[in-house]
DNA sequence: GATGAATGAGGGTTCATTCAT
DNA sequence: CATGAATGAACCCTCATTCAT
């Protein structure tokens, strides 16, 4: 995964790069084996660089994965909210949702790595870090949401939904299949997935 | 413990009695930190036996999850299963579909931490469990998947769409609401969740 | 190894039958494992007696073992002394030494696990059980130097020797010999040991 | 921690001088207790270092050791061989021979912990570490052998003797007068011990 | 900026022993 | 007499973290 440089104005040179390296490392360890599984050890040695310098850059093993959760995140918000049509292209409602969860079902193509890592930490209260990712998966169904909200304000909403539950759903729709897409069947053509999620998502918006 | 019963299967009152107690214990611990992060000490003391009675009774850490898995998606895909209403009722395949579903969210009501525990470790290869989540995971959706098939035997399924990826998709859009219900909402009526995956399973039946 | 019954007079049949099957199962285990690596498990599922019964007959593994070395090197002991001819019989007394050490290398081919048990034991102080075994092994090596002090009271020995240390040096390249037949070279003659024995025996014994 | 060496094999000294620290301590303990009955706790206290150390060290216990074994039977055959005179002293096979023998002694008079660690792990069967203590064993009996061989070769031999079979007959013999005299009668002078084995040797040799 | 030796709290596991049946 | 479920102290080992270089 070719990540692009994580904030940070001007790349300050060696450290920059070293701090890459250790994103770059944690995110395939953590998401393939998962956070606590993975050791600081590994992390460092997938670098190439000395264990001290994990906590010389980041200051833990925890601030660490912190930081990969919501550079994680905020990129996958981003790239659902750049794929809404801007509202001067006149694109129709049910069309731009379409969009939304095909740039989702592309993002989990792309980033595997970190979509099985996110998943996998969803669903657990008490973990330090649930405020933060909960906060941003929110962030992310919030651009699905949005685009729900826009059609009820159309009217081409199905009356009787709540925007709230039924953004949820496609989300975990679009992030199951599409892992499962990746898991058991790659060799199949990301036009299906589309299909049937548009088809889904169809029903939620009722006969046109 | 009670009775007489003096043959095998007998003082077993006592073992099956203690296998139990660690049972339960280990699936609201689990569920609740995650396997990592749970330990042998506190399973052991939430059941109210010795530490080493959970290596008497389930021969170590691992085992004991792996036997908990398996239990738990056993029972869901049996909960599935008796919801697929017996032909001689003659009930109509969309709404069986919808039974199938309706069960998910309840049975997911009501183990809601046997749920959270698979959702968090089914997105991880390289587990030694992994086989096992998989295979399990594979036994309830098929469940979804043949209610799908039914549907397209009669031609009421939209024809481009396939059964697997589509009955993947159902399950974890049931998953993903039935828990988002439990954590986010849970003051909201049952009623209202049904609605939002009919209509989305709809999506799919297309027109009829 | 056909064990004979360890002491108690009357065989008191059941009791005494679970005692030899828990002697020698716990004599080939600890032989070939040591000590501190077999359990008790082992030897009670060995012995085909639940693990209570070990308790029940020999108070705990300690003791159990105990008796094993006790009545092992007596054993030895007796075999050695038995090896002795009666003085009626006038055999010279540089052969009746070599009968001693030639029972010797039998017994330990007979009774190999046994001996292994008693080297890897010997030579460690603080244990609970030094005592016992640095008494017992005295009075094997015993009945080899009261040999060398009949050949000293004959005048056939070399002067310069002390009869312990020459007896103890005689005990040693016994087991050692005899143990790296077993273990090296069992399909050698038993007579190529004797020889080799008999020679290192007359280089103390000196010129005739 | 003294001097400046800047490349590989620097600061190593403290690395080292940890490991030496270590080695000491288990090889004590060992020796005196037993392998399975000393705990890594113990050794790293007495190293003066924490339990974590020897890991960071050693690897573990076992391995720890065994990289004991591979140094003690090393230097042992070590000090033997040095023992062997030069071919061109011309000193006589027998006298050759008898300086081994007197060099073990010596050794094992002053590394009398290693010679009981030996001693006792010697005659093990199934112990990880069986294959390695038994080749090292061979090779510090193979320097008595070599001695052996010399003799023969020169019809300094009986004829009927194994040198295989003598030579283990004098390593074992050696060892356990040694360790005898150490544990017993350490007041007695070494050149009793050297008398004592002196002679044996000579009823291999047979007469001059 | 980076390193890597050292740390020690904490976790999983083993096993001799007990005791109610 | 014998059993076997239960115990808990003690063990080996892991690993996030620190800090002197």
Redesign the pocket.
């Known amino acids: 995964m070719s990540t692009s440089t994580p904030r940070r104005g001007r790349a300050?040179?060696?450290?920059e790069a070293?701090r890459q390296r250790l994103f770059d490392a944690a995110l395939s360890l953590i998401a393939e084996h998962g956070y606590d599984?993975?050791?600081?050890?590994e992390i460092a040695e997938r670098a190439g660089?000395?264990?001290?310098?994990v906590?010389?850059?980041f200051g833990?093993?925890?601030e660490l994965y912190t930081a990969l959760l919501e550079w994680g995140v905020t990129r996958l918000a981003e790239t659902l909210r750049e794929a809404v049509p801007p509202p001067e292209e006149g694109v129709d409602e049910r069309d731009s949702l379409i969009r939304v969860l095909r740039a989702g079902v592309v993002f989990i193509g792309t980033h595997e790595e970190l979509a099985r890592m996110l998943m996998a930490e969803s669903w657990r209260t008490n973990r330090s870090w649930y405020a933060t990712v909960h906060q941003l998966r929110t962030e992310a169904i919030g651009v699905i949401t949005g685009q729900l909200e826009q059609l009820a304000g159309r009217g081409r909403l199905r009356p009787d939904l709540d925007t709230d539950l039924a953004g949820s759903a496609l989300f975990g729709m679009v992030v199951t299949v599409a892992l499962n897409w990746r898991n058991l069947q790659p060799e199949r053509p990301v036009e299906d997935i589309h299909t049937t999620l548009a088809h889904m998502a169809d029903g939620l918006i009722g006969p046109a």
């Open positions: 300050s040179g060696r450290r070293t599984v993975t050791t600081v050890d660089v000395a264990k001290g310098t906590y010389y850059n833990g093993k925890e």
